[in-house]
């Protein structure tokens, strides 16, 4: 009796020591480990700017969790933009016939639910919005831009491609605003990747450093010399650069 009961306790106790990695993980909170791709593109409007960013969340935690948002935060020295992942590429079937014709099936960043050992991998557009004064003040720049070139043309032949300017008023105006939120000079730079998860209560985080060279630097800065033709013909021959990622520890 007594040799069945030592016998069944250390039986018990090899099971417990056996399952205890399977029990810590029971217990385990959700963990996610985010990555960016090596390249991403950086861009701007009208001095705004704007990251485009392979990103792969992978949870390796032991349980499910959602994503609430992803978040970058680009730095140097002086400034500061905080850019939210608005929408992403999707990358199934439809989409990739899309790419094949030329177009982008981008779909709006919402609530991503990643079981343990699933991954989301997608190429997200980060930007910020403007203030409601910056956007009121962009809106109404570019609607009188607009139909002070489309009033210009007017007297042209239909089919010419003659580019129109505007008065020297409205460049001035342009650039003025622009100055006002253009900050992408030459330099180095630090982007860090924020997801927010488990109900925005959690946090995984990424740090990258970068340097902007002279030469794109200054075509950035560049867009706003076209801006006398009206400011979306100016960023659709806009320029747009890879910038490598460096992983801070």
């Known amino acids: 009796?007594?040799?069945?009961?030592?016998?069944?306790?250390?039986?018990?106790?090899?099971?417990?020591?056996a399952a205890s990695p399977l029990i810590r993980a029971l217990f385990r909170p959700a963990r996610l480990k985010t990555n960016v791709q090596q390249y991403c593109t950086l861009q701007h409007y009208c001095g705004h700017p704007q990251l485009f960013a392979?990103?792969?969340?992978?949870?390796?935690?032991?349980?499910?969790?959602?994503?609430?948002?992803?978040?970058?935060?680009?730095?140097?020295?002086?400034?500061?933009?905080?850019?939210?992942?608005?929408?992403?590429?999707?990358?199934?079937?439809?989409?990739?016939?899309?790419?094949?014709?030329?177009?982008r099936r981008e779909m709006l960043v919402g609530s991503v639910t990643l079981a343990p050992n699933e991954h989301w991998r997608e190429l997200v557009d980060a930007y910020s919005y403007p203030s409601h004064a910056d956007e009121k003040a962009l809106s109404e720049l570019v609607a009188t831009m607009d139909e002070q070139i489309a009033e210009r043309r007017s007297g042209l032949d239909p089919s010419s491609n003659e580019l129109v300017e505007v008065d020297e008023g409205l460049r001035k105006e342009a650039g003025t605003y622009f100055d006002g939120h253009f900050g992408l000079s030459a330099g180095n730079y630090r982007?860090?990747?924020?997801?927010?998860?488990?109900?925005g209560k959690k946090q995984a985080t990424r740090s990258y450093s970068f340097t902007l060279w002279d030469r794109p630097a200054k075509e950035l800065r560049d867009i706003a010399a076209?801006?006398?033709?009206?400011?979306?013909y100016a960023h659709s021959k806009g320029a747009m650069f890879s910038v490598r990622l460096n992983p801070v520890p």
């Open 1 to 17: 009796m007594t040799h069945d009961w030592i016998a069944d306790t250390i039986a018990g106790t090899a099971l417990l020591v």
């Open 226 to 232: 076209r801006y006398k033709y009206g400011i979306a």
């Open 191 to 199: 982007l860090v990747a924020i997801v927010h998860f488990g109900e």
């Open 54 to 103: 392979f990103i792969d969340i992978h949870n390796v935690g032991a349980r499910s969790t959602t994503i609430s948002s992803v978040d970058f935060i680009l730095e140097r020295d002086d400034r500061r933009w905080e850019l939210g992942a608005r929408t992403y590429v999707a990358q199934d079937f439809v989409a990739r016939l899309g790419a094949l014709l030329g177009e």
